[in-house]
């Protein structure tokens, strides 16, 4: 299960990885990032999740 949460910083989020309620990860994603990566790799559908999710688009 993944736990996705905005940190303090804007644009910024928390990914928590979970395996039965054992947190296993902790990632720092950086939106900013993800935008440039999606001319290099699919990120769309992240991207998308997060911005329905987060900010109502």
């Known amino acids: 299960m993944f736990d996705i949460s905005p ?8 990914v928590k990885a979970k395996f039965m309620g054992v947190e296993m990860e902790k990632v720092q994603l950086h939106f900013q990032d993800l935008l440039q990566l999606q001319y290099e790799v ?16």
């Open 7 to 14: 940190s303090e910083e804007v644009g910024d989020f928390e």
């Open 42 to 57: 699919n990120v769309n559908l992240l991207i998308f999740l997060l911005n329905k999710k987060f900010y109502g688009k």
